[in-house]
């Protein structure tokens, strides 16, 4: 059964680093999604991504992010100047043709900004 | 603005007996609503959406739209059922999930 893939799993990064975390969405999946977990705290949505552009973002999706399918085949969540309170577990998730289809998560990146 | 409260952190119950994992949510029009399910070092995956009222691994779900619910019910439960439960709702129409803090299920032989 087709998977969402995330690399890395673990990234540990300095204060005001930039990261990138990668994702492989299911292969026939047109939506892509980011979401965190901060530890001990609620999955949180980020943003919504269809035909190479943003269709939803929540207030926690600032201009420190940003999102790109680079190529056919990945997703990708760009963080700026990484800050401490962006420790947390980063989930990717895909869904097929229409928006309104289940999403289906990737194993997730444990982010940790010392 | 949407919300999904689970109002238990932690349910621990024996083999055999029922289960219910609480689930309710606000939000002025009509949701989806979903449980996830995250087994221990395993990914979240999609455990029951309302829309189709089915009954997956012996679990059931009910929209109870008067009590603003959607609880978790399963009859028997069996140890591999422990894991971490997170109820989910999405507006009609829109992509973005908004999931409750999560209820950890814990069954004892």
């Known amino acids: 059964e087709p998977e969402v893939t995330q690399t890395p799993s673990h990234q540990v990064t300095q204060m005001g680093q930039e990261v990138i975390l990668r994702c492989v969405p299911i292969?026939?999946?047109?939506?892509f999604y980011w979401y965190r977990q901060i530890l001990g705290q609620k999955v949180e949505f980020l943003v919504s991504?269809?035909?190479?552009?943003?269709?939803?973002k929540s207030e926690i999706f600032d201009d420190q992010f940003s999102v790109e399918r680079p190529d056919g085949s990945n997703f990708t969540l760009k963080i700026r100047s990484t800050k401490l309170e962006d420790s947390a577990m980063y989930f990717c998730?895909?869904?097929?043709?229409?928006?309104?289809?289940?999403?289906?998560f990737g194993p997730g990146t444990r982010l940790l900004v010392l | 603005a949407q919300r999904v409260t689970q109002p238990e952190k932690l349910l621990s119950v024996f083999k055999g007996a029922p289960v219910e994992l609480k689930c309710n949510y606000s939000?002025?029009?009509?949701?989806?609503l979903f449980w996830y399910v995250q087994y221990s070092r395993q990914r979240l995956q999609l455990l029951l959406r309302?829309?189709s009222r089915e009954s997956i691994k012996g679990f059931t779900a009910d929209l109870n739209k008067g009590e603003t619910s959607f609880h978790l019910k399963k009859p028997f439960a069996q140890e591999e059922d422990s894991a971490m439960y997170y109820c989910?709702?999405?507006?009609?129409?829109?992509?973005?999930?908004?999931f409750g803090t999560g209820t950890r299920l814990l069954v004892s032989p």
């Open positions: 309302h829309i």
């Open positions: 292969s026939n999946h047109l939506y």
């Open positions: 989910a709702l999405r507006r009609t129409g829109f992509q973005k999930l908004v």
């Open positions: 998730a895909s869904s097929a043709r229409t928006g309104d289809g289940d999403q289906y």
């Open positions: 939000y002025s029009g009509s949701p989806e």
């Open positions: 991504f269809y035909n190479n552009e943003i269709s939803e």
